[in-house]
């Protein structure tokens, strides 16, 4: 059945069953696509392009998942308890932390999800499109059925779709079907019955273009392409990083501590006959109290505002969790081109086979580039660019042909009619020296006919590796003349005759010694990972200081087993001539010597590598599938914007786990004083009420974390978490917390004589003093009048103290439980946090000592 314009639906059943022809009339579209008005009106009834959005959490799903947390979920039922029993007072303040502490953490998730969208939007994936009878770029998100996709290689397809034309075109679909290879798709029909991946006729949302260009008729868009199904599972089971792994496990941790004061606590009072309500308030506060229930509110605050600071620097986070990785990384793989090189080529000269100047070799090239359709790059633009500046003009030439480039081939033909009459057409080919060379029999310019034999093959490759040492990247031309035919195959491309070679220079950037000489003062080792010729690449390590003396080419690479492949990866800088898949196989060769290792790159060669490195890097101009491969956007393709996120990457980390290392650690050292204080203290320690208030606000201040300072040494190295160095911290300092606890509750026993009114309120203001101290001591390395906190943290700890002395004296005070402390009190109190302070800047100093002793 035909279907009109207004009747249009995401997805026409069996599509790829029906011809090119009738899917056109089926869709009310043409081979030169919609209007834009049509356009918009389609995509006002089908909506969006996007499958991302199902991802993306509401405000209301936002709020409601700060209840999830099974202590939320046991605060609720011990305020329920309260209410049960009349005690409202109780009810009130448990219910106004429960709130206090969610709206907290939904205020800071919520403005970090509305951050990191925010910069997601500036990395809008845009494809090329027929609209009103020409090309336009548009967002992908604003495709509707019934567009026509022009696709080339390094595009992402952005919908389902079916091929209308198509020329050696090639697409890795190995997201939705598994194959490890590029499959051909073309014009045709399938059966109705035909599973993915025996569907030639059709491309996925998901896939990416790896050779050849095609035309697409958009039949299903958003939620209804075969990508959406993956991408629902993916919404629920998301990577798990190796600070997330961190997380889990720090949880489990805190956990098994929790189960065991709990049920120590419930039993001693139990033993002691105290009433068993408040026992079971206490002991759930206990529980609550040694968990750092901001978690992830922090982590998620931290996180976006270090992502928010790395865009004002140029780099933008596709993913929030890659800082933590970025931070982590100690190898740096990367291209030379426009990171290592200035990455605008030029073209030094134009040779013929003997290495002498010749101007055939040029219009050659100046053929082959300026007909060129498929990927865009700089040693094409090179050619254009001269070709202008000489005045060369193709206009004379009718195009008949395109063999576009691939990574196998490493070779791109142009056929040309040069209107010689004599019933043939012209054959140019352009690409790496060995790929060109294996197509040739016979020689072309001067020796013109002679043929290819080992003696001209290794004059040529002479002049080759003697202008690829100087630094020059070598490309070869070939040509042929044959008999005229429609169209032509790889098949065609030999019995060529090699015309010369093409060289081009991209000379070293200003300063790229200082910077790679920072990255390394940063820990992070580099390596060139390169498709170029090994002797380019030779040159490029050794002007900028790296080991060029011993370069690993692809060839040597196939032959390496995998055992070989993990010491030669370390021990070699550069790794030149390398497939896509090669380029993988050495950063998991890295990975597996438990590197962290970063890949930087920006062509579709790079994307397989990217994709398992532990930070993919890219820049804004890269092709489509190398940009939505990175978790990493540099708007600027240089290291020294790079090395600024790396610094970022490790501050973000350290004020993240400086909040976990000092909130477990203190809350861990009142917890054990409170379940110590239940057999030493005639009477509880706190009541349920003061415990969680004392928790909350002691918190607050850890909110501010992510805008702290850190030490210069905190970034000197890469860092990952550890959570035996989490217990360690925890247990000195939380012991120690617990140390002057007990002196507290025996001067406050035995020297004040003090009730349980007044030791309840004493001890209240002088632990959360106490807390405020270790904070604002521990945050650091260095002694802490060296280091300053950032404003935001040293204020909001100031206003913390100030509440913690006035609680005692409001009017609500008696509803707390608190009792106005008298002068002699306060001032013992003083004194009290004064020589705890002492104390843990002496230990922090012991046990930093310690930990670098056991690290060397």
Known sequence: ???????????????????????????????DGLTQDEAERRLEKVGENSIVAQREKGVLRLLLRQYQS?????????????????????????????????????????????????????????????????????????????????????????????????????????????????????????????????????????????????????????????????????????????????????????????????????????????????????????????????????????LSAGARRMSQRGVIVRRLEAIENLGSMDVLCTDKTGTLTRGVVELSGCLDAAGNPANQVFRYAAINSNLETGIENPLDEAIVRETTRRGVSVDGLSKIDEI????????????????????????????????????????????????????????????????????????????????????????????????????????????????????????????IITGDNRHVAAHVAQSIKLDGARVLTGAELHEASDEALWHLAETTDVFAELDPQQKERVVRALQHRGHSVGYMGDGINDAPAMHVADVGISVDQAVDVARESADIILLQQDLNVLKDGIVDGRRTFANTFK???????????????????????????????????????????????????????????????????????MVVFGLSSTLFDLVTFWLLLSVYHAGEALFHTTWFVVSLLTQLSALLILRTHLPAWKSRPSQLLAMTAAIVAVIALALPYVWFAGDLGFVPLPFHLVLGGFGIVAVYAVFIEVAKRWFYARLAQRQR
């Open 1 to 31: 059945m035909t279907m009109q314009p207004q009747d249009i639906v995401p997805r026409a059943p069996s599509y790829w069953a029906s011809s090119a022809a009738d899917l056109l009339v089926a869709y009310a579209s043409t081979k």
């Open 70 to 302: 099974p202590l939320v979920l046991i605060l609720i039922f011990g305020a329920c308890v309260s209410l049960a029993l009349g005690q409202w007072t109780d009810a009130s303040i448990i219910l106004a932390i429960v709130l206090g502490s969610t709206l907290l953490g939904f205020a800071q998730e919520y403005r970090a999800s509305a951050a990191l969208k925010q910069l997601r939007s500036r990395l809008a994936l845009r494809v090329k499109v027929m609209r009103d009878g020409e090309v336009r770029s548009v967002e992908a998100q604003k495709i509707v059925p019934g567009d026509v996709l022009v696709l080339s290689a390094g595009n992402l397809v952005p919908a389902d779709g079916v091929v209308l034309e198509a020329r050696d075109f090639l697409v890795s679909q190995a997201a939705l079907t598994g194959e490890s290879f590029p499959v051909e798709k073309t014009v045709g029909t399938c059966a109705a019955e035909a599973t993915l991946p025996e569907r030639f006729n059709t491309v996925f949302l998901g896939s990416s273009v790896r050779s050849g260009t095609a035309r697409v008729l958009v039949t299903c868009t958003g939620s209804e392409t075969q990508f959406s199904d993956i991408a629902k599972r993916l919404a629920g089971a998301e990577p798990v990083t190796d600070f997330e792994r961190g997380v889990r496990r720090f949880g489990y941790m805190l956990t098994r501590i929790m189960m065991g004061i709990v049920i120590f606590v419930i039993a001693v009072n139990l033993y002691f006959d105290r009433p068993l309500v408040s026992s079971l308030l206490f002991a759930v506060a206990l529980a609550v109290g040694l968990t750092p229930e901001l978690l992830p509110a922090i982590v998620s605050v931290t």
């Open 404 to 527: 576009p480039y691939d990574f196998v081939r490493k070779r791109l033909t142009i056929v040309v009619d040069d209107g010689a009459g004599d019933g043939q057409h012209l054959m140019v080919t352009k690409g790496a020296f060995d790929n060109v060379l294996e197509c040739c029999s016979v020689l072309g310019g001067a020796g013109v006919g002679k043929p290819l034999d080992d003696a001209a093959t290794t004059r040529l490759r002479a002049i080759y590796e003697a202008h690829g040492a100087e630094g020059y990247r070598v490309l070869g031309v070939a040509s042929r003349r044959m008999a005229a035919k429609a169209q032509y195959t790889r098949g065609d491309e030999s019995g060529m005759a090699f015309e010369g070679f093409l060289l081009f220079f991209d000379p070293l950037k200003d300063g790229i010694e200082d910077t790679l000489g920072e990255l390394a003062q940063l820990g992070i080792a580099v390596k």
């Open 659 to 729: 909040y976990v290392a000092i909130a477990v650690s203190s809350n861990f050292g009142n917890m054990i004083s409170m379940a110590l204080g239940t057999l030493l203290v005639p009477f509880l320690p706190l009541l349920a009420k003061q415990i969680l208030l004392n928790n909350f606000l002691a918190d607050f201040p850890a909110v501010a974390i992510a805008s702290d300072n850190v030490d210069a040494q905190s970034v000197e190295r890469a860092q990952r978490w550890d959570i035996a160095s989490v217990q360690r911290f």
